[in-house]
């Protein structure tokens, strides 16, 4: 009996390099995500292992870097899934009542110039009307219950945004594509949420969300309609146009927003929504601000780098924000640990308040 121990030990010895090389792969997911599943990850793949293993399974390292490449694209929604379903909750409200504004005033140009004579071609002059068109029959979908077909709407929405930018950065429209960058964003990430909601959540369809969804999307569009329709009937403008307001332009919606953002980072049911909506809401009002705030800048001056540049700071608010949101999180979970651990020191109905 003694003797069959040392040839088991050695059979279940783990190699260090197997260790070793694990270990790495491990690194190339986001650091909150490796804080809290890295531990229970590795053990896993060491059980896996075969006896005597030396190196990471081919089938391992590919499992890896795809699930290391789905964990950075969720990463402002959360390294956890309590953390993804608050999140998403909100974002299924707030993200469509953002970008219904764009779609209507895109649908609406869109309807003007197919009942004009000898108007401009429609894609040239409102670039990402298919996008917004099929973008709008997800949400629809989605809205009345056939979840499938509307996050499949809602992904290739934002894949036709995305090539839509690329399009007109290859004809030399740059310009116009800087101008629609942050929308993509804003598509991308909502294609990003319903995925992700669907898979956190347990029923398919969600009936008081939906609700909700559609009040939001038509009190948006209401607002906007409402907020702009006195400058553009002085300027003779349609209601659907881009309306040169100083009161409403998109720098002074900036604090406002950064106030919003701060009491929803302090409130923790609204907390994790907050990353993912730095990140667009940083590309459309950037998008939208005369690059920058430099009006003076000449248009056809834009290129490739600014687009760049305005994805860059989009991403770069994203991981500030949930940087932030994330330390706050481990602020309150170490003053609920002290508030408990105070309790079982005191004990209960042991709270003496005066000597004796």
């Not at 390294?79 to 779609?103: I, K, M, N």
């Not at 003007?112 to 009307?129: C, E, I, K, N, Y």
């Not at 950065?169 to 740059?174: D, E, K, S, Y």
């Not at 940083?282 to 430099?294: C, R």
Request: hydrophobic letters at 55%.
């Amino acid at each position: 009996m003694s003797a069959d121990r040392p040839e088991r030990a050695e059979a279940t010895a783990v190699v260090p390099a197997l260790v070793r090389d694990y270990r790495r792969l491990l690194r190339l997911f986001p650091f909150a995500y490796r804080r809290a599943h890295g531990a229970e990850m590795l053990g896993h793949l060491l059980d896996a292992a075969a006896p005597g293993q030396s190196r990471p399974a081919r089938g391992d390292v590919v499992d890896l870097l795809r699930a290391a490449a789905r964990e950075w694209a969720l990463a402002p929604l959360g390294s956890t899934a309590p953390e993804r379903r608050a999140g998403t909750g909100l974002l299924c409200v707030a993200l469509p009542a953002l970008l219904a504004v764009p779609a209507v005033r895109a649908g609406g140009h869109a309807a003007s110039l197919v009942s004009q004579d000898g108007a401009p071609p429609l894609l040239s002059t409102v670039p990402m009307v298919v996008a917004w068109a099929i973008w709008a029959l997800g949400v629809v979908a989605l809205l009345t219950g056939a979840g499938r077909a509307g996050r499949t709407l809602v992904a290739a929405a934002a894949v036709v945004a995305a090539l839509t930018v690329g399009a007109l950065l290859a004809i030399g429209q740059a310009h116009a594509a800087f101008l629609e960058t942050g929308w993509a964003v804003g598509l991308a990430a909502h294609a990003l949420v319903v995925v992700e909601h669907a898979r956190c959540r347990a029923s398919e369809h969600d009936r008081r969300l939906a609700a909700i969804t559609a009040a939001g999307m038509a009190l948006a569009v209401v607002a906007y309609v409402l907020a702009t329709v006195a400058d553009a009937g002085h300027l003779g403008l349609p209601w659907w146009s881009s309306v040169a307001s100083t009161t409403w332009s998109t720098e002074a919606l900036v604090a406002p927003l950064m106030v919003l953002g701060l009491a929803a980072t302090l409130w923790a049911r609204t907390r994790q929504a907050v990353p993912l909506m730095a990140g667009v809401l940083t590309g459309i009002v950037l998008g939208g601000s005369q690059f920058f705030w430099s009006g003076s800048v000449d248009p056809s001056t834009v290129d490739l780098g600014n687009v760049l540049g305005l994805l860059a700071l989009s991403l770069g608010a994203a991981c500030s924000a949930r940087w932030v949101v994330n330390r706050i999180g481990e602020l309150a979970e170490v003053r609920a640990r002290l508030r408990l651990d105070a309790e079982q020191a005191v004990g209960p109905g042991t709270g003496v308040v005066g000597g004796p």
